[in-house]
């Protein structure tokens, strides 16, 4: 596989600014949760180097969770409106404050589904916590309470977010060069 700089066309946000966005985060979700039963929920696996540096700016005692899913009829990139689970979380959300974290929103169809599956578990409350939305692409109405930036339209890499499964472990956003990669779907 090549270095990743073969496929980058620019740094969107760098380190620093995520690091002090996600600080900003946890502080605003702390004081909201304050003597609540907060309960993150990560959906992998895109969403893990968020969770993993958003749990350590809350101050408030607080448990985590994973789940997967994979979209129905679609790739990768275009999410269809079905999402199937294809690991569940283990744990019970009823009665837990539950804070779904995602990497980034797109069309909205990944996590309007998850909402709609958690909704029927009873949790005492659900909320939307996402560290990327991609607005202008948006097809299914998503109610986000925690946007840590929004960004155009192209696609992206990095912080969680693959190429085919790599760089992933970069500590930045970036936006892909697209005469060197296609995007799913
Ligand atoms: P949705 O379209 O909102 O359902 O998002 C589906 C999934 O597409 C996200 O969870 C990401 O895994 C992926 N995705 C959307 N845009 C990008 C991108 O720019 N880079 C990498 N993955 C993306
Ligand atoms: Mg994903």
């Given at each position: 596989?090549?270095?990743?700089?073969?496929?980058?066309?620019?740094?969107l946000i760098?380190?620093?600014?995520?690091?002090?966005?996600?600080?900003?985060?946890?502080?605003?979700?702390s004081?909201?949760?304050?003597?609540?039963?907060?309960?993150?929920?990560?959906?992998?696996?895109?969403?893990?180097?968020?969770?993993?540096d958003?749990?350590?700016?809350?101050?408030?005692?607080?448990?985590?969770?994973f789940?997967?899913?994979s979209?129905?009829g679609?790739?990768?990139?275009?999410?269809?409106?079905?999402?199937?689970?294809?690991?569940?979380?283990?744990?019970?959300?009823?009665?837990?404050?539950l804070?779904?974290?995602?990497?980034?929103?797109?069309?909205?169809?990944?996590?309007?589904s998850?909402?709609?599956?958690?909704?029927t578990?009873?949790?005492?409350?659900?909320?939307?916590?996402?560290?990327?939305?991609?607005?202008?692409?948006?097809?299914?109405?998503?109610?986000?309470?925690?946007?840590?930036?929004?960004?155009?339209?192209?696609?992206?890499?990095?912080?969680?977010?693959?190429?085919?499964?790599?760089?992933?472990?970069l500590?930045f956003?970036?936006?892909v060069?697209?005469?060197?990669?296609?995007?799913?779907?």
């Amino acid at each position: 596989m090549q270095d990743h700089t073969e496929f980058l066309q620019e740094v969107l946000i760098t380190e620093e600014e995520l690091q002090v966005r996600i600080k900003e985060l946890g502080e605003e979700i702390s004081r909201d949760y304050e003597g609540k039963e907060l309960m993150l929920a990560c959906i992998l696996r895109g969403g893990v180097m968020f969770l993993t540096d958003l749990m350590r700016a809350i101050s408030v005692p607080h448990t985590i969770d994973f789940m997967a899913v994979s979209s129905y009829g679609a790739g990768a990139r275009q999410s269809s409106g079905q999402v199937r689970i294809t690991l569940d979380l283990k744990t019970s959300v009823e009665d837990m404050d539950l804070l779904l974290v995602e990497d980034i929103i797109d069309s909205g169809n990944t996590v309007a589904s998850v909402l709609q599956l958690f909704e029927t578990r009873n949790p005492n409350s659900l909320r939307v916590c996402t560290l990327l939305d991609k607005s202008e692409r948006r097809e299914t109405y998503v109610p986000i309470h925690y946007t840590g930036f929004t960004i155009p339209n192209k696609f992206v890499f990095g912080y969680g977010l693959d190429l085919d499964e790599y760089y992933r472990d970069l500590p930045f956003i970036g936006v892909v060069r697209p005469d060197k990669y296609i995007p799913p779907d």
